[in-house]
């Protein structure tokens, strides 16, 4: 009895075995790219060419040269001071006494402050021109009393970062010395990176030789640094691309200089992700930030290195902008100059391949409905067989009527199971059919719904960076539930904008003129770009409404406002129309991936019935 049932285990075992090649697939998939951030060096090396110990005669002209060479890595601006004095007695001379022959063309003296200030921006392995060549010593009151003693000519260099407005350290502005600075810009165009998603196997293919935020090298307190990276996916199936950011494995920086790293990071970095124009999170790398989930709302979260960011769920084909913008705060000290330091940033995503969807008639799959059949009818024959070894065995009589009529039921009960298996696993072409005929009234249900933006105001003129209220929503109107789905459509145009925290123009590039922030009861289940003949180019954005709208009700609108971009004056038209389309679509939610949760029912029924 013990054999008979290991083998009916054993059947059991390879029918569903053969069942789970129609399950879905959950998948999980991470790659990272090593990138090194660094601070910028400011340092300077004070040039002083004279003859020590020179024997000064009244009336002589002594040649010394004063000059400064910038040895650090980011563009300066100096200022020397000069001080004369008689070094046995500490006092500073009368101007009457020394006399410098000063370069008045390239410096400026500033008496309240006592410097003299270059009057130009040094770059790295640049040296000023000199601010002096050559001083004297000379006045009535020189005689004897002032033989042998020694003199002294101190000079004291300083020098500030140009970019940020370091000047302002010094209580100056660069138009108090004349000077124009063409700053480093936040953002170029040039050093756009990308990432593409290949799928689970082959994972994230990252170009530039990974490193992604190549621009953020030489970072200076106070500077605003833009990066952008066109994050694709060109896996067949729905995909969510998360990012984060982690200490290097196997770094090779100092406990020391990981520990400067680590606070760096932490206190001294604010970083801003944007997906699409619309911001996703702002904070720090390595500490508690905000996640942004719609206009107004924020939620606090772990930093990066906690938890990560989702950039949305991505189609075969699509693209979007990533825009990492990342700012140095002005408090960073002279510890932190020339610091380097490691970051993984690591992208993952995750989905689940479903199964095809069985269709009647299909024969696709009719090999493993005869396996499970087989193995049903085998065990049926074990069982039987048993059954009549029983029963022989007490000499033909029926002595345990349990024991006889047992096995049969349970080989009619597994054969029934095996049958129900083979269906539901795809073997639709085992579906018995019969023919009859009856008449029979039916009423059908009503599908309708309704788009209303409450609060939107049409025809307004737009000016940069306004937001004004747009709050679509759906109302079913019909008799039957639906499941309801919003289609935004974006202009984009080519367009050259201002930065909000530098205020500098960025060139012309392709952007959508409006940005909007979705709650989750919205869930993204479609992205792609649509191009007109006359070559209009529009981002097309549709979302799933996560619940069934019954009757009568009406859903929470996608977005209360929209904002307009910050786009520079006169780059577009006078009377130009910038309009923001809002389309909706309702399908029946009866019989529509009935067992599957809201947000898959909502991606199947898109993919099957909307998509583009």
């Not at 494995?249 to 790293?261: I, K, N, Y």
């Not at 825009?323 to 408090?331: G, P, Y």
């Not at 795809?426 to 059908?444: K, Q, Y």
């Amino acid at each position: 009895m013990r054999k008979f049932y290991i083998i009916t285990l054993v059947v059991l075992a390879c029918v569903f075995a053969v069942s789970g090649i129609f399950a879905a697939a959950d998948w999980y998939r991470e790659d990272r790219t090593t990138n090194i951030i660094s601070v910028g060096e400011l340092s300077g090396d004070l040039i002083d060419i004279y003859e020590q110990g020179t024997i000064v005669m009244p009336g002589d002209r002594v040649s010394k040269v004063v000059s400064v060479k910038n040895s650090g890595s980011s563009d300066g601006l100096v200022r020397v001071r000069l001080e004369s004095m008689w070094a046995d007695s500490g006092e500073e001379t009368a101007p009457e006494q020394f006399s410098f022959e000063v370069n008045e063309k390239n410096w400026l003296f500033d008496a309240g402050t006592g410097y003299y200030y270059y009057l130009g921006v040094l770059a790295p392995g640049e040296t000023t021109e000199p601010l002096l060549d050559s001083f004297s010593v000379s006045g009535p009151e020189l005689n004897n009393y002032y033989s042998y003693r020694p003199g002294c000519i101190l000079v004291t260099m300083e020098m500030v970062q140009a970019a940020a407005e370091g000047i302002s350290l010094w209580d100056k502005t660069n138009s108090d010395l004349g000077i124009e600075y063409q700053e480093r810009p936040g953002y170029s165009a040039e050093d756009d990176t990308g990432v593409d998603f290949e799928g689970p196997e082959d994972g994230f293919l990252f170009g530039d030789n990974g490193d992604l935020f190549a621009s953020f090298k030489n970072i200076l307190p106070g500077q605003t640094i833009i990066q952008r990276i066109n994050v694709g996916s060109r896996h067949g199936e729905t995909t969510e691309i998360f990012l984060k950011a982690t200490p290097t494995d196997g770094t090779t920086l100092s406990p020391e200089t990981e520990a400067q790293l680590t606070e760096l990071l932490t206190k001294y970095v604010d970083l801003k992700v944007s997906v699409g124009g619309n911001v996703v999170y702002r904070g720090p790398v390595w500490q508690d930030g905000v996640r942004l989930k719609s206009a107004g709302a924020e939620t606090a979260i772990s930093g990066l290195y906690d938890d990560g960011i989702s950039l949305g769920r991505f189609y075969t084909g699509d693209g979007l902008p990533v825009t990492v913008e990342l700012e140095l705060s002005r408090d960073v000290g002279n510890e932190f100059q020339n610091l380097a330091g490691e970051i993984d940033w690591v992208f993952s995503a995750s989905g689940t391949d479903q199964p095809p969807i069985p269709q009647t008639g299909d024969k696709s799959n009719r090999i493993y409905l005869i396996i499970m059949l087989a193995a049903g009818a085998a065990c049926l024959v074990l069982m039987a067989a048993r059954a009549v070894a029983v029963r022989k065995k007490r000499g033909g009589r029926n002595v345990n009527g349990v024991r006889f009529v047992m096995p049969v039921l349970s080989a009619l009960l597994l054969t029934g199971l095996l049958i129900g298996a083979a269906i539901l696993t795809g073997g639709t072409s085992a579906f018995m059919t019969d023919a009859e005929s009856c008449e029979n009234e039916a009423s059908m249900g009503e599908l309708s719904i309704e788009l209303s933006e409450p609060s939107f105001v049409p025809d307004q003129v737009l000016h940069p960076c306004q937001t004004v209220d747009k709050d679509p929503q759906v109302t079913n109107t019909g008799s039957v539930p639906a499941l309801v789905y919003l289609k935004v459509t974006v202009p984009i145009k080519r367009v050259k904008t201002v930065s909000h925290e530098t205020k500098m123009i960025l060139p012309a590039e392709s952007h959508e003129l409006f940005s909007f922030a979705a709650p989750e009861d919205w869930l993204p289940v479609g992205r792609y770009n649509r191009f007109e003949p006359n070559g209009d180019h529009y981002a097309i954005y549709v979302y799933g409404y996560r619940g069934v709208l019954g009757p009568g009700e009406t859903t929470p609108p996608l977005f209360e406002t929209v904002t307009f971009i910050n786009l520079l004056e006169g780059e577009l038209p006078a009377g130009t129309e910038a309009v923001i389309d809002i389309d909706a679509y309702g399908l029946q939610s009866e019989h529509i991936a009935d067992k599957l949760d809201i947000d898959a029912r909502l991606q199947y029924g898109y993919d099957k019935f909307f998509k583009e």
